[in-house]
Protein backbone atom coordinates (compact mmCIF):
# COMPACT_ATOMS: atom_id res chain seq x y z
CA UNK A 1 0.00 0.00 0.00
CA UNK A 2 1.61 3.14 -1.01
CA UNK A 3 2.03 6.14 1.09
CA UNK A 4 2.21 9.67 0.22
CA UNK A 5 4.49 10.38 -2.73
CA UNK A 6 5.64 13.69 -3.85
CA UNK A 7 7.42 15.22 -6.38
CA UNK A 8 9.71 16.47 -7.10
CA UNK A 9 12.15 15.20 -3.98
CA UNK A 10 14.39 18.59 -4.75
CA UNK A 11 14.40 21.42 -7.05
CA UNK A 12 16.68 24.96 -7.30
CA UNK A 13 14.48 27.75 -9.07
CA UNK A 14 15.05 31.90 -9.49
CA UNK A 15 13.66 34.51 -7.74
CA UNK A 16 10.36 35.32 -9.35
CA UNK A 17 9.54 32.24 -11.33
CA UNK A 18 6.80 30.00 -10.85
CA UNK A 19 6.76 26.11 -9.19
CA UNK A 20 4.52 23.53 -9.53
CA UNK A 21 4.48 20.74 -6.23
CA UNK A 22 3.05 17.24 -6.92
CA UNK A 23 1.17 15.28 -4.18
CA UNK A 24 -0.80 11.63 -4.66
CA UNK A 25 -2.25 10.77 -1.39
CA UNK A 26 -2.38 7.33 0.56
CA UNK A 27 -4.46 4.49 -1.29
CA UNK A 28 -8.04 5.66 0.38
CA UNK A 29 -7.66 8.92 1.46
CA UNK A 30 -9.49 11.83 -0.42
CA UNK A 31 -8.44 15.20 1.43
CA UNK A 32 -5.13 16.54 0.89
CA UNK A 33 -3.22 19.07 3.23
CA UNK A 34 0.27 21.31 2.45
CA UNK A 35 2.65 22.29 4.72
CA UNK A 36 5.59 24.67 4.56
CA UNK A 37 8.80 24.11 6.72
CA UNK A 38 11.37 26.48 6.42
CA UNK A 39 14.98 25.28 8.07
CA UNK A 40 14.83 25.21 11.69
CA UNK A 41 11.49 25.75 12.22
CA UNK A 42 7.49 23.38 12.56
CA UNK A 43 5.68 22.71 9.63
CA UNK A 44 2.88 25.88 8.91
CA UNK A 45 -0.36 24.88 7.49
CA UNK A 46 -0.93 26.43 3.96
CA UNK A 47 -3.83 25.21 2.85
CA UNK A 48 -6.24 21.91 2.63
CA UNK A 49 -8.31 20.41 -0.42
CA UNK A 50 -11.26 18.13 -0.25
CA UNK A 51 -13.52 17.43 -3.00
CA UNK A 52 -11.49 19.31 -5.25
CA UNK A 53 -12.11 22.51 -2.93
CA UNK A 54 -9.99 24.18 -1.29
CA UNK A 55 -11.81 24.00 2.19
CA UNK A 56 -9.25 25.91 4.38
CA UNK A 57 -7.00 27.80 4.37
CA UNK A 58 -3.69 29.47 6.47
CA UNK A 59 -2.04 32.76 7.01
CA UNK A 60 -0.17 32.34 3.34
CA UNK A 61 -0.76 34.96 0.40
CA UNK A 62 -2.31 34.63 -2.88
CA UNK A 63 0.63 33.89 -4.23
CA UNK A 64 0.48 29.96 -3.15
CA UNK A 65 -2.60 28.41 -4.80
CA UNK A 66 -3.57 24.64 -5.18
CA UNK A 67 -5.85 22.74 -7.09
CA UNK A 68 -7.10 18.59 -6.38
CA UNK A 69 -8.05 16.73 -9.09
CA UNK A 70 -10.57 13.93 -9.61
CA UNK A 71 -8.13 10.97 -8.70
CA UNK A 72 -7.43 13.00 -5.37
CA UNK A 73 -4.18 13.96 -6.17
CA UNK A 74 -3.46 17.53 -5.33
CA UNK A 75 -0.64 20.43 -6.67
CA UNK A 76 0.62 23.43 -4.64
CA UNK A 77 1.56 25.91 -7.42
CA UNK A 78 3.59 29.24 -5.91
CA UNK A 79 4.37 32.56 -8.21
CA UNK A 80 6.61 35.44 -7.93
CA UNK A 81 9.05 33.14 -5.49
CA UNK A 82 10.68 34.92 -3.18
CA UNK A 83 14.06 33.93 -1.64
CA UNK A 84 11.84 33.02 2.22
CA UNK A 85 9.83 30.37 -0.08
CA UNK A 86 12.89 28.85 0.00
CA UNK A 87 11.24 25.51 2.40
CA UNK A 88 10.36 22.16 2.75
CA UNK A 89 7.28 21.43 1.44
CA UNK A 90 4.75 18.77 3.11
CA UNK A 91 1.70 16.91 2.07
CA UNK A 92 -0.19 15.04 3.94
CA UNK A 93 -3.46 12.91 3.03
CA UNK A 94 -6.24 12.35 5.05
CA UNK A 95 -9.72 11.00 4.99
CA UNK A 96 -12.43 13.61 5.38
CA UNK A 97 -14.67 12.28 7.90
CA UNK A 98 -13.20 11.91 11.13
CA UNK A 99 -9.40 12.76 10.11
CA UNK A 100 -8.42 12.88 13.66
CA UNK A 101 -8.97 9.37 14.11
CA UNK A 102 -8.12 7.52 10.87
CA UNK A 103 -5.06 9.58 10.91
CA UNK A 104 -2.73 11.58 8.61
CA UNK A 105 -0.10 10.17 6.13
CA UNK A 106 2.78 13.06 6.11
CA UNK A 107 5.04 12.39 2.44
CA UNK A 108 8.61 13.48 2.20
CA UNK A 109 8.20 16.30 1.38
CA UNK A 110 9.67 18.59 -1.59
CA UNK A 111 12.69 20.57 -1.03
CA UNK A 112 12.90 24.01 -2.63
CA UNK A 113 15.28 26.47 -2.82
CA UNK A 114 15.25 29.78 -4.57
CA UNK A 115 18.15 31.45 -5.34
CA UNK B 1 -5.39 31.27 18.13
CA UNK B 2 -3.66 28.16 19.29
CA UNK B 3 0.08 27.81 19.62
CA UNK B 4 2.45 25.47 20.55
CA UNK B 5 5.67 25.78 22.36
CA UNK B 6 8.65 23.58 22.81
CA UNK B 7 11.20 25.43 24.83
CA UNK B 8 14.26 22.80 24.09
CA UNK B 9 15.76 23.15 20.90
CA UNK B 10 18.55 20.46 21.25
CA UNK B 11 18.65 17.32 23.43
CA UNK B 12 20.39 14.58 23.96
CA UNK B 13 20.54 10.91 25.88
CA UNK B 14 22.51 7.90 26.72
CA UNK B 15 21.21 4.85 24.96
CA UNK B 16 19.14 3.33 27.15
CA UNK B 17 18.42 6.06 29.24
CA UNK B 18 15.37 7.77 29.55
CA UNK B 19 14.46 11.26 28.28
CA UNK B 20 11.74 13.95 28.58
CA UNK B 21 10.71 16.38 25.85
CA UNK B 22 9.13 19.63 26.74
CA UNK B 23 5.75 21.37 25.20
CA UNK B 24 3.28 23.54 26.32
CA UNK B 25 0.40 25.10 24.16
CA UNK B 26 -2.22 27.73 24.06
CA UNK B 27 -6.02 27.30 23.15
CA UNK B 28 -9.46 28.71 24.70
CA UNK B 29 -10.32 25.11 22.90
CA UNK B 30 -12.31 22.72 25.41
CA UNK B 31 -12.11 19.64 22.89
CA UNK B 32 -8.71 18.72 21.09
CA UNK B 33 -5.97 16.48 20.50
CA UNK B 34 -2.00 16.67 21.09
CA UNK B 35 0.35 14.55 19.24
CA UNK B 36 4.26 14.09 18.67
CA UNK B 37 5.75 13.51 15.29
CA UNK B 38 9.09 11.96 14.70
CA UNK B 39 10.78 13.60 12.07
CA UNK B 40 13.75 11.56 10.81
CA UNK B 41 16.53 12.76 8.62
CA UNK B 42 14.05 10.83 5.73
CA UNK B 43 11.70 14.11 6.52
CA UNK B 44 8.81 12.29 6.87
CA UNK B 45 6.65 12.85 9.75
CA UNK B 46 6.15 9.85 12.03
CA UNK B 47 2.96 9.79 14.43
CA UNK B 48 4.35 9.10 17.55
CA UNK B 49 1.20 9.14 19.87
CA UNK B 50 -1.44 11.02 20.21
CA UNK B 51 -3.74 12.17 23.31
CA UNK B 52 -7.27 13.37 23.31
CA UNK B 53 -7.63 16.33 25.25
CA UNK B 54 -11.19 15.03 27.29
CA UNK B 55 -9.29 11.54 28.21
CA UNK B 56 -7.91 12.48 31.52
CA UNK B 57 -5.30 8.64 31.61
CA UNK B 58 -1.72 9.19 29.89
CA UNK B 59 -1.32 7.96 26.40
CA UNK B 60 1.12 4.89 26.29
CA UNK B 61 2.70 3.58 22.92
CA UNK B 62 5.61 1.03 23.57
CA UNK B 63 8.74 2.76 24.99
CA UNK B 64 6.90 6.34 24.93
CA UNK B 65 4.85 8.10 26.96
CA UNK B 66 2.88 11.60 27.72
CA UNK B 67 2.54 13.70 30.81
CA UNK B 68 -0.56 15.30 30.07
CA UNK B 69 -1.50 18.15 32.37
CA UNK B 70 -4.44 19.73 30.70
CA UNK B 71 -5.40 22.83 33.44
CA UNK B 72 -1.45 23.47 32.80
CA UNK B 73 -1.34 23.40 28.83
CA UNK B 74 1.55 20.85 29.28
CA UNK B 75 2.08 18.09 26.91
CA UNK B 76 5.41 16.31 27.51
CA UNK B 77 6.77 13.53 25.95
CA UNK B 78 9.03 10.39 28.09
CA UNK B 79 10.98 7.88 25.58
CA UNK B 80 12.39 4.79 27.66
CA UNK B 81 15.16 2.47 26.87
CA UNK B 82 16.48 5.04 24.42
CA UNK B 83 17.65 3.37 20.72
CA UNK B 84 19.92 5.06 18.49
CA UNK B 85 16.83 5.11 16.22
CA UNK B 86 15.56 7.87 18.21
CA UNK B 87 17.75 10.07 16.94
CA UNK B 88 15.43 12.66 15.35
CA UNK B 89 13.31 15.73 15.57
CA UNK B 90 10.69 16.10 17.94
CA UNK B 91 7.41 17.84 16.80
CA UNK B 92 4.97 18.88 19.19
CA UNK B 93 1.57 19.34 17.70
CA UNK B 94 -1.96 20.50 18.31
CA UNK B 95 -5.15 20.17 16.42
CA UNK B 96 -8.68 21.14 17.22
CA UNK B 97 -11.91 19.01 17.58
CA UNK B 98 -12.75 19.96 13.90
CA UNK B 99 -9.57 17.68 12.85
CA UNK B 100 -8.08 20.21 9.58
CA UNK B 101 -4.87 21.78 10.61
CA UNK B 102 -2.00 20.89 12.82
CA UNK B 103 -0.59 23.56 14.68
CA UNK B 104 3.25 22.59 15.28
CA UNK B 105 5.49 23.81 17.45
CA UNK B 106 9.09 24.49 16.66
CA UNK B 107 10.94 21.01 17.34
CA UNK B 108 13.98 19.01 19.77
CA UNK B 109 16.00 17.63 17.72
CA UNK B 110 17.29 14.96 19.97
CA UNK B 111 20.38 12.49 19.94
CA UNK B 112 20.30 8.91 21.01
CA UNK B 113 24.58 8.75 22.23
CA UNK B 114 25.79 5.12 22.38
Known amino acids: DAGVTQSPTHLIKTRGQQVTLRCSPK?????VSWYQQALGQGPQFIFQYYEEEERQRGNFPDRFSGHQFPNYSSELNVNALLLGDSALYLC??????????????FGSGTRLTVV | AQTVTQSQPEMSVQEAETVTLSCTYDTSENNYYLFWYKQPPSRQMILVIRQEAYKQQNATENRFSVNFQKAAKSFSLKISDSQLGDTAMYFCAFMTSAGNQFYFGTGTSLTVIP
Open chain 1, 27 to 31: SGHDT
Open chain 1, 92 to 105: ASSSWWRAVWYGYT
